[in-house]
């Protein structure tokens, strides 16, 4: 039996239409259900279904933690994105030319995976277009602001969030792996969580204005200092998903970072993983 159903993520709606057995692995969007109004426009669709694999040329693939993505394209141009756990693929997703339609084609193998992936790939591209982005970064709120943490695989990003959640009164987690943030028109920018956050799970429906950016690297000491300008661009775009060899995505994503680094206070972090760098993480950023 199948159903569709409704979910709205930093003010996007998206529709999901597969069988009810799918629906009970994705207890992770129960928090951004909605039921869709008329007023409501879809920023995309997903229809999940069981078939065959799908031919393609690949474009690029990207590997980590035993999960594999390939991204490439059909015989009749549609982009395709092929998703792997442990060298099994768990489906294929077709997508439409402008990203708003999205066909997974499942093997029966690591349903919730496919589904996770599926999702997380149409909601960057369809929405870069309206500046939202969807960062890999960790996220906490204090006093009513967010505070995102950036930084390479493995350069401590939850530990900091930690760090800041067990020193830091008042601290909250809104995401530990992929929060989303849209510009406003006054390009401040909001931080949204997701139902989407790596191996915390941390699936909150809530949004913060966004108080600072801080890229974090390992060191012997703890230092920070504020990047601006073409520096603070840079520190962004390695933490931004999206399919930049498409003009239309790219284009979105290079207006929003642009206005991310201009707009809001980008740091570099050089830090241990203690009490201190928390300190002086917090300490300079709400200055």
């Not at 690029?60 to 999960?67: D, I, M, P, T, V």
């Not at 909001?190 to 390992?218: A, D, H």
């Amino acid at each position: 039996m199948t159903d569709t159903r409704y979910y709205r993520v930093a003010k996007h709606v998206f529709g999901v239409q597969t069988s009810t057995e799918d629906f009970a692995l994705m207890q992770n969007y129960e928090p951004f259900l909605c039921n869709r109004s008329e007023e409501d426009s879809l920023t995309f669709a997903l229809t999940v279904k069981d078939g065959e694999s799908v031919s393609y040329t690949e474009e690029l693939r990207q590997e980590e933690e035993g999960q594999e993505i390939f991204c490439g394209k059909t015989a009749d141009g549609k982009s395709v994105f092929e998703f792997r756990w442990q060298y099994e693929t768990a489906g294929w997703l077709v997508c439409s030319d402008n990203y708003q339609k999205g066909e997974l084609i499942m093997t029966g193998k690591w349903r919730k995976l496919a589904i996770d992936n599926a999702l997380m790939v149409l909601y960057a591209l369809a929405t870069a277009p309206y500046k939202t982005v969807l960062f890999h970064a960790a996220v906490v709120s204090h006093q009513e602001k967010a505070y995102m943490f950036l930084g390479k695989s493995g350069t401590g990003k939850s530990t900091h969030a930690r760090l800041w959640l067990k020193h830091i009164e008042g601290t909250a987690l809104v995401n530990d792996d992929n929060p989303v943030v849209r510009i406003n028109e006054d390009h401040s920018a909001t931080v949204y969580g997701s139902p989407w956050s790596g191996k915390t799970p941390c699936y909150r429906n809530v949004s913060y204005p966004l108080g600072g950016i801080v890229l974090l690297s390992q060191a012997p000491y703890n230092k920070i200092r504020r990047m601006r300008g073409i520096e603070a661009y840079a520190a962004l775009v390695p933490s931004i998903s999206g399919k930049r060899w498409d003009k239309s995505v790219a284009d979105g994503l290079h207006e929003t970072e642009n206005t991310l680094a201009m707009a809001t206070p980008v740091y570099h972090l050089e830090c241990l993983p203690d009490e201190e760098a928390a300190r002086v993480c917090e300490g300079e950023i709400k200055c």
